[in-house]
C-alpha cells in the first residue's frame, strides 16, 4: 500500500515520504523537528504531539522507518 502525502501545507513537510527520503542524522534531526512542529499545530495534532518525545537513535529509526513503510 502506498503511502499518499497530505494535501495540508504545513503537514507536507512531514509526511511519511519526507522522512522516508532521509537517513541516518539527518533523518534523526527531521523525525525530531517533527514531532516539535506537529505539537505546535492547532487542535488534535497538538493533543497528540505536544508533549511528543524522541526515543529512537538514529540506527534505530532508520529500521522502524524501513518496517512501517512496507
Not at 31 to 50: M, V
Request: hydrophobic share 45%; glycine share 6%; aromatic share 10%.
Amino acid at each position: 500500500m502506498a503511502v499518499q502525502a497530505p494535501t495540508c501545507p504545513v503537514l507536507m513537510a512531514y509526511a511519511w515520504p519526507a522522512l522516508l527520503a532521509k537517513d541516518g542524522d539527518a533523518l534523526f534531526d527531521h523525525y525530531r523537528h517533527t514531532l516539535e512542529e506537529l505539537g505546535k499545530q492547532p487542535g488534535t495534532l497538538a493533543l497528540i504531539f505536544g508533549k511528543a518525545q524522541n526515543k529512537f537513535d538514529s540506527r534505530h529509526l532508520d529500521v522502524a522507518l524501513t518496517r512501517w513503510a512496507h
